[in-house]
């Protein structure tokens, strides 16, 4: 938290004050509370972890609040490795495995405790809960987590003393308890891309929170279709203050900067400005999902025609990313390697590009040369889970370089971006960027397209806005 501010109206506390605040509370501790839903899943994940890492002591903190302007903490997001491993999203805590003889780990948390009602700190001091909000107790989250919990407060000095064989700690989260932790930078990393790689395929669990981010965000999207077709929306902000709404109503917050880009703002990849105006006749590139509860989130492009039809050139450019995302989804299977999703959009791509004339040809030669990258800018698509871009640190064989396997869950969004100021182009494509981009499951047989509750064809669009339309 920031340092206290120098200009108080309160010179101080006095006596009386200070056992006033300390006397008649009722004792509010939460008895025979049951184990959250993900405990036992996140106990199978710390196995996982454990096995990886034998007779070595590994740290993973939660994070702590970083300040926004003076003493305005930014809203607390924790650590998704600390999330993933626990099923608790505390600020100020850390997750330790301490290493058994047997080559197993003894898992415990830290966290920080409540209050005490005997001293002011709960009402003065920088975490105070009168200010900021009821804490679990340690007991309390033993009962939620099905974790031993210790005090938070001593973690820095029991992490420097208590243990003398090799640790790792996952850097950048928390620096008191990084600086308390003897290790190396590579050793570290290590620690960090496991994290990554045992999110890769989602348990059951995971799936079933997924499938609500999807959910509540296709409900999000057909709020903004019924803004769009009832004239409401004339603004980006209003567009993302719809979908925030509902994001709010349903889940913690939006999974990311909601990406609402109307007119030739849809051809800036991460436009989260959102301060345009949504004029007719033009598209609008709404790029956003809905984070659940429990922080994962779902990841859903679609281009909508402002006026409810697309003009010729929009159809045009709007039907080859329909194509190319149908090539892409169609390599998402089992066994698959899993840059074929990306490749075959991009070949779909490249090959229309040089079809209309913008890029030389053939195909395969501008394809090669990534030519069609001028127009299509970025990747085709990435996993998804706790962060949008989830797993980010994981190893490339485990990865990119890897083949897909049921219940892995990524995105496919192959998009074309025509630059206002791009002079190969005729004039009339300038300024037009689409984007479509589907949540999928990869399933024993194949794939399901979590997020197919939303059109995507451009018949269907026309069709999903008219009806929206009345």
């Known amino acids: 938290m920031a340092k206290g501010r120098k200009n108080r109206l309160y010179p101080g506390i006095s006596e009386e004050l200070s056992a006033l605040m300390r006397t ?114 340690l007991a309390e989250a033993e009962l939620v987590l099905g974790l031993p919990c210790r005090d938070v407060r001593t973690a820095a000095d029991d992490l420097a003393a208590g243990f003398q064989g090799p640790s790792r700690v996952v850097r950048g989260v928390d620096p008191v308890l990084e600086a308390a932790v003897t290790s190396d930078e590579e050793r570290d990393e290590e620690l960090e891309e496991a994290l990554s790689d045992l999110r890769l395929v989602k348990d059951e669990w995971e799936i079933g929170e997924l499938r609500k981010a999807v959910d509540s965000t296709v409900r999000g999207f057909t709020d903004v279709v019924g803004d769009l077709s009832g004239a409401v929306a004339t603004s980006e902000r209003w567009i993302e203050g719809t979908f925030f709404r509902r994001a709010r109503l349903e889940g913690n917050a939006v999974g990311y900067g909601s990406i609402c880009a109307a007119g030739e703002h849809a051809t800036i990849m991460h436009w989260t400005e959102n301060d345009g105006p949504v004029r007719p006749g033009e598209l609008l590139l709404l790029d956003a999902g809905v984070e ?85 800018m970025a990747g085709t698509g990435h996993m998804l889970g706790l962060d949008v871009h989830d797993c980010a640190q994981a190893r490339n064989e485990e990865y990119v370089d890897a083949v897909l396997e049921p219940g892995m869950v990524l995105t496919v969004e192959p998009g074309l971006y025509f630059q206002p100021d791009d002079l190969t182009v005729p004039e009339e494509w300038r300024g037009i960027g689409v984007r479509i981009e589907d949540d999928l499951l990869v399933t024993a047989d194949g794939h399901e397209n979590l997020s197919a509750g939303l059109p995507r064809a451009a018949d269907d669009v026309e069709a999903w806005m008219s009806r929206m339309a009345g």
């Open 292 to 376: 659940t509860h429990s922080l994962y989130t779902a990841d859903v492009t679609r281009t909508l025609p402002i006026s409810g039809t697309f003009t010729p050139v929009q159809r045009k450019v709007y039907e080859a990313v329909y194509e190319a995302q149908e090539a892409g989804m169609a390599a998402v299977k089992p066994g698959a390697a899993y840059r074929d999703f990306h490749e075959a959009s991009q070949r779909y791509l490249a090959a229309r590009l040089v079809e209309w004339g913008f890029i030389e040809g053939p195909a395969d030669r501008a394809y090669g040369l990534g030519l069609q990258r001028r127009f299509t």
């Open 24 to 137: 008649g509370w009722a004792d509010t501790e939460r008895h025979g509370l049951a184990p959250a839903e993900q405990a036992p899943y996140a106990a199978r994940r710390r196995a996982a972890l454990s096995a990886r890492f034998p007779g070595e002591r590994l740290v993973i903190p939660s994070g702590n609040l970083k300040v926004r302007s003076n003493d305005d903490p930014y809203p607390f997001r924790a650590y998704s490795g600390y999330v993933h491993m626990t099923g608790d999203q505390a600020r100020d805590g850390a997750l330790v495995l301490e290493p058994r003889p047997d080559g197993g780990h003894d898992a415990y948390c830290y966290q920080l405790p409540r209050d005490s009602r005997d001293d002011d700190e709960f009402w003065t001091g920088p975490t105070a809960e009168l200010w900021m909000g009821r804490r679990r107790s």
